[in-house]
């Protein structure tokens, strides 16, 4: 993110409360997805099974 993007954001019509949601629900499922991962949680049925490189 930089400026620009935070600018065309807004002229899209975000104002400051809504980034911030933005920010929150990117950065919960960014936390989440990692812990998913970790812990070699299941995956859903349909989706590629992880490679061995997975942690």
Known sequence: MDRAALDELRAQGLDDAA????????AYFNYINRVAD??????????????????
């Open 38 to 55: 970790a812990l070699r949680v299941d995956l859903e049925p349909g989706m590629p099974p992880l490679t061995d490189g997975a942690a």
């Open 19 to 26: 980034l911030h949601e933005a920010v929150q629900v990117v």
